[in-house]
């Protein structure tokens, strides 16, 4: 693994931390100002911007501390000289979610750029399959 694909790798998984620890300031710590995130819930176009994607975090952490779950099960980095793409699958749900749907898991896209000398994330998906068709 090259040096650029384990800082990438270390920086989702600190920022997966964060998310569980419901640190604001350490998820929002390395994404860009025109960060752009796709999440589960609405709203469907997105939202663009950091201020945009800091108001999306309270509700989720609230939702959180009723016992849900974070946490990295699988994680691939590709870097490059200045862009790089990672894709994981987290355990994200109650234990209640788990007891339904043991297989359920979030599946997370990052884009990332470099930014005088260091990586942020410039794109941020999250998504779950559709249940309706699970075999």
């Not at 384990?6 to 350490?26: F, K, S």
């Not at 176009?45 to 950091?50: A, F, K, L, S």
């Not at 994981?88 to 788990?98: E, H, I, K, W």
């Not at 339904?100 to 930014?115: M, S, W």
Request: hydrophobic share 40%; charged share 25%; aromatic share 10%.
């Amino acid at each position: 693994m090259s040096g650029d694909e384990e800082q990438v790798r270390t920086l989702i998984l600190n920022w997966v931390a964060a998310v569980h620890a419901g640190d604001l300031d350490a998820v929002l710590a390395d994404h860009a100002a025109d960060v752009v995130m796709f999440d589960v819930p609405p709203p469907y176009e997105g939202v663009r911007g950091i201020d945009a994607y800091r108001e999306t975090w309270p509700p989720f952490f609230e939702w959180q501390a009723r016992g849900a779950a974070f946490e990295t099960e699988s994680l691939e980095v590709t870097a490059g000289a200045e862009v790089a793409f990672a894709y994981a699958l987290l355990r994200c749900g109650t234990p209640q979610d788990f007891t339904d749907r043991p297989a359920q898991r979030l599946r997370l896209t990052v884009g990332l750029r470099k930014e005088g000398g260091r990586w942020v994330v410039a794109h941020e998906h999250h998504s779950f399959p559709d249940p309706g068709d699970a075999r």
